[in-house]
């Protein structure tokens, strides 16, 4: 399984790719995280230390690294580089392992515009498309809510784009233009999860001002999970309520996906 989380900044990416994370990785599947979020946080809601965490360098920063692998020249402009550069060994050698899942840290391109050209984003595309079309593992990125990582072919072999939306207009609209983005990847399909809802009224709000989406189901508010921020712990350590639902979002995905994928 391969699965984009994306949505508005603070809908709960995070928290839903954590929990399905963890879920694969005991029920038995290897499993490569992808924190490909500007605001980094993933490490932390795996339960990854924050000194830890604030030790990990984001690929996109591995200036020696992407100089190697594409050729191109430490501080130069308008060079040439290798837009296909080898990355099949990064995830073992620049991974950080935390109960059975390999978590990796893209950072973000701070050169350009969306998508630009340069070494770093050949290198994070590159390295994005490998785990997507080329690993066994289970494979899930925590993004924003753009697609700029993704290239058409990559984007096609993911097998859900889940949409986390909280009950509010602002988060309905990114929804709709995300769609539009993966639609202009070849994307057919993306799914919708409800985050920090409170009530049967919010979550009804929600599929109603949806109605073209599939609801895969949702991650409710639960004051464990804000604590388990607070604490720097992952929410799978601090509120079950909540993995119980991640677990049923995973049965449903599994149940639709097949489907659509023969389709």
């Given at each position: 399984m391969?699965?984009?989380?994306?949505?508005?900044g603070?809908?709960?990416?995070?928290?839903l790719t954590s929990l399905?994370?963890?879920?694969?990785?005991?029920?038995?599947?290897?499993?490569?995280?992808?924190?490909?979020?500007?605001?980094a946080?993933?490490?932390?809601?795996?339960?990854?230390?924050?000194?830890?965490?604030?030790?990990?360098t984001?690929i996109?920063?591995l200036?020696?690294?992407?100089?190697?692998?594409?050729?191109a020249?430490?501080?130069?402009?308008?060079?040439f580089?290798?837009?296909?550069p080898?990355?099949?060994?990064?995830?073992?050698?620049?991974?950080?392992?935390?109960?059975?899942i390999?978590?990796?840290?893209?950072?973000?391109v701070?050169?350009?515009?969306s998508?630009c050209?340069?070494?770093?984003?050949a290198?994070?595309?590159?390295?994005?498309?490998?785990?997507i079309?080329?690993?066994?593992?289970?494979?899930i990125?925590?993004?924003?809510?753009?697609?700029?990582?993704?290239?058409r072919?990559?984007?096609?072999g993911?097998?859900?784009?889940?949409i986390?939306?909280?009950p509010?207009?602002?988060s309905?609209?990114t929804?709709?233009?995300?769609?539009?983005?993966?639609?202009?990847?070849?994307?057919?399909?993306?799914?919708?999860?409800?985050?920090?809802?409170?009530?049967?009224?919010?979550?009804?709000?929600?599929?109603?001002?949806?109605p073209d989406?599939?609801?895969?189901?949702?991650i409710?508010y639960?004051?464990?999970?804000a604590?388990?921020d607070?604490?720097?712990?992952?929410?799978?350590?601090?509120?079950?309520?909540a993995?119980?639902?991640?677990?049923?979002?995973?049965r449903k995905?599994?149940?639709?996906?097949?489907?659509?994928?023969?389709?």
């Open positions: 391969k699965l984009a989380i994306t949505g508005k603070g809908v709960g990416k995070t928290t399905l994370a963890w879920i694969y990785s005991t029920e038995g599947d290897k499993v490569i995280a992808i924190d490909a979020n500007p605001d946080n993933l490490a932390t809601a795996l339960g990854i230390s924050d000194d830890e965490a604030r030790r990990i984001p996109a920063e200036q020696e690294l992407i100089q190697e692998r594409t050729g020249k430490l501080g130069s402009f308008g060079t580089f290798k837009l296909n080898k990355v099949d060994d990064i995830p073992e050698q620049f991974s950080i392992q935390k109960d059975g390999k978590l990796l840290v893209m950072g973000t701070k050169k350009g515009g998508g050209l340069c070494p770093e984003g290198l994070l595309k590159s390295l994005i498309s490998h785990l079309l080329s690993r066994s593992e289970v494979v990125m925590d993004m924003d809510a753009g697609v700029e990582n993704l290239g072919g990559t984007a096609k993911v097998n859900a784009f889940i986390v939306v909280e509010g207009q602002r309905f609209q929804a709709r233009a995300i769609r539009d983005l993966a639609k202009d990847l070849g994307v057919k399909k993306c799914y919708i999860v409800g985050s920090k809802t409170h009530d049967d009224d919010e979550r009804q709000f929600i599929i109603d001002n949806l989406f599939d609801v895969l189901g949702f409710n639960h004051p464990e999970i604590k388990a607070r604490l720097g712990k992952s929410v799978f350590e601090t509120a079950p309520a993995i119980a639902e991640a677990k049923d979002i995973k995905l599994e149940q639709i996906t097949p489907k659509e994928q023969s389709g």
